[in-house]
């Protein structure tokens, strides 16, 4: 896995998210006004590819840009997500400085004597409400109104995480849980949380279940926090039957963040034994129950490294002969 995936986990999750076509549709259709909706042509929306956050600040900034019809002129929807703890007060600045730039790249390539209407959406997750006004002359403080004239303005729409009720999150199941996890993540006790995020895939079909989205949030959960234990996860899937196809994408998060080998480094001999387990169960998980002789080759091994290695190996092999023959090198 890409660093860059792992040092920004909300950068990469909102992105891996909203960058389908149909999670983008559902969010903006149930969280911008309606009026502003029956404007807007979402069968023409497309994701642009471009990011205009600057680089310094893509720790605190996330954002996708989408083109759409409005009224049939050429559009825009600007979605920053603002990913710090406590709300920024020049957060319209930035969205005016990144609005600009994406007027300049549509007359670099179009040949218009007009420029497109930009719709800015902010999404906030942070501990403390917003209370920021959301539009831009109110930076200017108290000013003679002889000088509104010299003075831009514009409002930004505000989807504030933190003042608004789970009964309030609207949307489909993989929406509703991708806003609860970025409103959750973040707080004191996430771990407390995570039923009622994971409860959301109940109502699903064995195969309507989410698989692949399953495994895109819990790369997110394991990366946004230390604060949530294996127990606390386990228990959250469990509830919903997929523990056995998802598990292994925890435990291979852990070996990328370093857990793995924390977690050794403390009591060796205890955590020895509790590495080889996590093989074991990866293995049982995937393939069904192993001979007892591959058991006891497992339980033989002693060295960190390896068992990091094995438990790597136990995860993506596509066959328990596969992981034996692997086996069977390292010991050689």
Known sequence: ???KYIQNPHDAFVKEVFSHKEQAEDFLKNYLPQNICKLIDFNSLTIVKDSFVDEDLKKHFSDLLYEVQINSRDGFIYLLFEHKSTPQKFTAL???RYMVKIWDLYLKQNQSSTLPVIIPLVIYNGHRKWTIKTNFSDLFGETERELDVYIPDFNYLLYDLSSISDEEIKGTVI???TLMALKYLTTPEPGKHLDRIFNLFQGLGESNTPLQYLETLLRYIVSATDKIEEKDIKKAINQIGK???I???????????GRMEGRIEGRMEGMVLDAQE???EALIERFGLLK???SVKIRGVANRDVLKNLLKLAIRVESIQEFEEKLK???L
């Open 1 to 3: 896995m890409d660093k």
């Open 94 to 96: 930035q969205l005016l």
């Open 175 to 177: 929406l509703k849980a």
């Open 243 to 245: 523990e056995a196809d």
């Open 247 to 257: 598990m292994p994408t925890l435990a291979e998060k852990w070996i990328e963040q």
């Open 278 to 280: 996590m093989v074991i």
């Open 292 to 294: 007892p002789d591959l």
């Open 329 to 331: 090198q390292l010991e």
